[in-house]
């Protein structure tokens, strides 16, 4: 079994702050590749940070700078620090875990938490 649970969105003004948590349960606790992922409304869903356990991360350029990723590996919790939001930062945004295979994370994902809703406004 797999379960991820995120939390933490909510509604932000312009330049704000907010940090979403997601607690990893199962075999997700097990699992290599971690990241968060978000899909506004009429758009793909996209990643904005992803981490391996060995800590290594990346970022799109829409996102860099401002948001850090972070896994306790211990805790099970995967964490997104978001800053200087923007109302283009609006979307659902999901947790996410996969197996590595062959040391690499895989470009989709197979397991996903329900999301939480993170809406900046201007």
């Known amino acids: 079994q797999v379960q991820l649970v995120e939390s933490g969105g909510g509604s932000v003004q312009s330049g704000g702050s907010l940090r979403l948590s997601c607690a990893a349960s199962?075999?997700?606790?097990?699992?290599?590749?971690m990241g968060w992922f978000r899909q506004a409304p009429g758009k793909e869903r996209e990643a904005v940070a992803t981490?391996?356990?060995?800590?290594?991360?990346r970022y799109p350029d829409s996102v860099k700078g401002r948001f850090t990723i972070s896994r306790d590996n211990a805790l099970n919790t995967l964490d997104l620090q978001m800053s200087t939001l923007l109302p283009v930062d609006t979307a659902m945004y999901y947790c996410a875990a996969d197996w590595s295979y062959y040391g690499r994370c895989p470009s989709q994902y197979t397991y996903w938490g329900r999301g939480t809703q993170v809406t900046v406004s201007s």
């Open positions: 199962g075999h997700a606790t097990r699992m290599s590749c």
């Open positions: 981490i391996e356990s060995g800590g290594s991360t």
